[in-house]
Nanobody, 120 residues
Framework: HVQLVESGGGSVQAGGSLRLSCTAS????????MGWFRQVPGNEREWVAS???????YYAEHAKGRFTISQDNAKNTVFLQMNSLKPEDTAMYYC???????????????WGQGTQVTVP
């Protein structure tokens, strides 16, 4: 049974920072991509960043330069460090796992429950 658990969301003023975490359990892939997505009610879920278990990271254009994805493979945990946050970053943030590099939400294999980020 695969489970992804996110944490670290909250409310922060514009210009501030947050660090999201996602811990996976039950995965049986030998290698995979863990990614972060975000969604505002009424909008489609949007890809933010992904990282392969080998360490290579990928970013959406809106995340480059402000967000950093990293991982602790020993703990099956991925992090999203978000700096210089803007009101438009307000969303529910989800982590997802896929054995291949896909940025489309519908191609992801597993999802966490989400953590809310609010930038008033």
């Amino acid at each position: 049974h695969v489970q992804l658990v996110e944490s670290g969301g909250g409310s922060v003023q514009a210009g501030g920072s947050l660090r999201l975490s996602c811990t996976a359990s039950g995965l049986t892939y030998s290698s995979y991509y863990m990614g972060w997505f975000r969604q505002v009610p009424g909008n489609e879920r949007e890809w933010v960043a992904s990282i392969h278990t080998g360490g290579r990271a990928y970013y959406a254009e809106h995340a480059k330069g402000r967000f950093t994805i990293s991982q602790d493979n020993a703990k099956n945990t991925v992090f999203l460090q978000m700096n210089s946050l803007k009101p438009e970053d307000t969303a529910m943030y989800y982590c997802a796992v896929c054995p291949f590099y896909y940025t489309a939400p519908q191609r992801q294999s597993y999802w966490g429950q989400g953590t809310q980020v609010t930038v008033p």
